[in-house]
């Protein structure tokens, strides 16, 4: 059983764990010294700040922590040592909007007002105070804070340079982890495109070319948002969302706790979303692999598209697959609204109001279980809290996307290759033996039937028939596309199939009727990159086909560039520089796939003579329609629904007066067709 697409996204994250875990790690460096931010806060406000509201102690001996007031010297009962006496206790509370200085210790929770008089009213569960007090002035109240401002410079410089060390650390993160992403996708597209190469014809004929260019391109540019910013999303929204409950656990488990209940919201959250999402996304990817297929096959048919008027058509068939599109886009973008910032910031303002209401009123008219420090590091915390949370729904769109992408781009990858063996074998001498070989395209479809022959050494064998007789199923099979159901295929005397099919065609060449020219130049065309064929023997091979006649008139000659297919060149100029590029290999068996039957007969005689040149010395296999192309032959085959009716020399097969001899005088224009009344 395969693993699930999620655990494989993972697999392929973990060839990176290194770099991937480091980044992590700084991410938590970075989170930890941020999440100081509210802590440190909290202290400066209720130590520093509203710590001034306090009980004070007349003392004695003066210090830094000592204020002289009327020529009495306090210091706040928090702060006292061993070594202080202390003369007398005082109370320094804010009543209303001013601050008193109440010569006598009273309670600091309570609620506080003042009476007729002006005296100060403090009311507990337990009893009702009313003391009087000196109501201070600004420049007094500022002599009890004095010792405070040093501290809070201090705790601002810290938070300051906590926060530059944090960015340091954030930033090693987003570069860390942007690299091990691109670093992931670059390997997962190599992996695809390799799989490919090892992927059986079949594959491609049952496939439109777009549909698998989808998958490369746009489905793992899909998973590399997945690495490059989803990753790195919620990895750090969890880390945060971890690092900020603990926070809150610090502060005060009974608050804390109610928070909780976000987890399971968004969780649910998630899997909802999922649901919807998945579904509308894998419509979403087939349609653009769809429309992929279809323009790619658009442009390469435009011609014929023009030619027979079907411009509108095309186009409304483009439009029901974009439209198709357009739907489930409309949905999906109907899902995010409903599931992404207004909705987070909906259970945020709810969160707020909720602990103001029921936290808030009691620290602030001091009856509460809280202090004002902790209820602003909580808010803080809290307004934390939703920000990864926002930004990891934020998310999730790309995160279904490149999960729905993910299966698509394994599912290709769990078709079933084949197995890459390149060792070098010894030349052939080039003996090509068929025996009773049965073969079908579909289940019991048989294109060939029971068919047997013998090629020996540096013959020519030539294949003719009428259009599905099965002569390129021949080809198909000698070159390993697809192997037999029933039967043997022999080079030399060794079954195909005993070896790998890189084996197989490493010494057998081929020339299609249609020859593919790649983009590059003409050396590389001959040689396709492979370092074992030179500069040198490329130029030979192309003088040795006659196609420097034209090549040497090009402005950069051998190393002209070459565009998309070599629309540039004639048929006859592509297929004289296919017939070098096959010469450059020099193969002990050559297959020629009509290789002449697109060229017009001023450009066949130059064909002619090219051709006697590559199959010098070599077992050559034609495919012809071109019956005048092939009197050469050491042997014909004729075909006729998988099997061989006819073999023998051109003038043997004339003789017959069979099949061949009709396909010949039609050709020859000798054979009249005569009705039948």
């Known amino acids: 059983m395969k693993p699930s697409t999620e655990k494989r996204l993972v697999q392929y994250a973990m060839r990176n764990k290194k770099m991937i875990f480091f980044g992590l790690f700084c991410l938590l460096l970075a989170v930890a010294l941020e999440l100081t931010g509210p802590f440190i806060a909290k ?230 979303y999922k649901v919807y999402a998945g579904k509308f996304n894998r419509v979403i990817r087939s349609t653009v692999s769809d429309i992929n297929g279809f323009i790619n096959e658009a442009i390469q048919g435009m011609p014929i598209i023009q030619a027979f008027r079907r411009t ?27 599931t992404s910032f207004n909705l987070v910031n909906v259970i945020r303002n709810l969160a707020f109001v909720a602990f103001i209401w029921y936290f808030g009123g009691m620290s602030l008219n001091g009856t509460g279980i809280v202090s004002v420090g902790v209820l602003y590091a909580f808010v803080d915390y809290l307004t934390r809290l939703f920000e990864p949370m926002n930004q990891m729904i934020s998310q999730l769109p790309q995160l279904e996307q490149a999960r729905v992408a993910g299966s698509r781009v394994f599912e290709l990858m769990d078709q079933e290759g084949e197995e890459v063996k390149d060792e070098s074998i010894s030349r052939y001498k080039g003996e090509v033996v068929f025996d009773h070989v049965w073969f079908a395209y579909e289940e019991d479809d048989y294109v060939l039937k029971d068919m047997s022959f013998k090629i020996e050494p540096g013959q020519t064998a030539a294949f003719v028939g009428h259009t599905g007789s099965g002569k390129s199923s021949v080809m198909n099979l000698l070159f390993r596309f697809y192997d037999p159901q029933k039967g043997k295929i022999m080079i030399d005397g060794m079954d195909t199939k005993s070896l790998s099919r890189q084996q197989v065609r490493k010494h057998i060449g081929i020339v299609l009727q249609d020859p593919f020219i790649f983009t590059g130049t003409i050396i590389s065309n001959v040689t396709m990159n492979d370092p074992s064929i030179t500069r040198e023997q490329a130029i030979a091979a192309l003088k040795a086909v006659g196609a420097d006649s034209f090549i040497e008139k090009l402005p950069n000659q051998y190393d002209e560039p070459v565009k998309e297919k070599g629309s540039e060149f004639s048929a006859g100029q592509r297929q004289l520089i296919s017939f070098a590029r096959a010469l450059a290999f020099d193969p002990a068996i050559l297959i020629l796939d009509e290789a002449t039957a697109s060229i017009d007969t001023e450009t066949e005689g130059l064909i002619q003579e090219a051709l006697k040149i590559l199959t010098k010395g070599r077992t050559t296999l034609v495919i012809a329609h071109r019956l005048s192309t092939i009197q050469q032959a050491d042997q014909i085959f004729v075909l006729e629904r998988g099997k061989i009716i006819e073999k023998g020399t051109h003038d043997q097969l004339i003789q017959q007066q069979g099949n061949y001899y009709q396909m010949y005088k039609m050709q020859q224009g000798q054979l009249k067709n005569q009705a039948v009344v």
């Open 312 to 338: 509108k058509s095309i186009e409304d068939e483009f439009e029901t697959l974009n439209h198709r599109h357009y739907t489930y886009q409309i949905k999906m973008n109907t899902l995010n609204a409903l």
């Open 43 to 272: 202290r400066l406000i209720d130590e520093h700040i509203v710590g001034i509201e306090n009980h004070w102690m007349e003392v004695q001996d003066d210090d830094n922590q000592t204020v002289e007031y009327q020529g009495r010297l306090f210091k706040r009962a928090d702060r006292l040592s061993e070594q202080d006496e202390v003369i007398r206790k005082v109370t320094l509370l804010q009543a209303e909007r001013s601050y008193y200085l109440i010569e006598e210790e009273v309670p600091l929770t309570g609620n506080r007002s003042l009476n007729n008089e002006g005296a100060v009213v403090i009311q507990t569960p337990e009893q009702t105070w009313t003391v009087a007090g000196e109501k201070l002035t600004l420049g007094a109240l500022y002599r009890f804070f004095s010792p405070e401002v040093q501290p809070i410079i201090w705790l601002l410089v810290l938070y300051m340079g906590l926060i530059v060390i944090a960015s340091v650390f954030q930033y090693l993160k987003t570069y860390l982890l942007q690299v091990s992403s691109n670093r992931i996708i670059k390997q997962m597209r190599d992996d695809v495109f390799g799989h490919i190469q090892r992927l059986p014809i079949s594959y491609f004929v049952n496939r439109p070319a777009g549909k698998i260019v989808a998958r490369v391109t746009n489905d793992t540019e899909a998973i590399r948002e997945l690495y490059v910013k989803v990753l790195e999303t919620f990895a750090s929204g969890m880390i945060y969302m971890s690092g900020i409950f603990f926070a809150l656990f610090l502060l005060d488990i009974r608050l804390a706790a109610v928070t909780l209940l976000v987890i399971p919201i968004m969780v649910i959250w998630m899997k909802w």
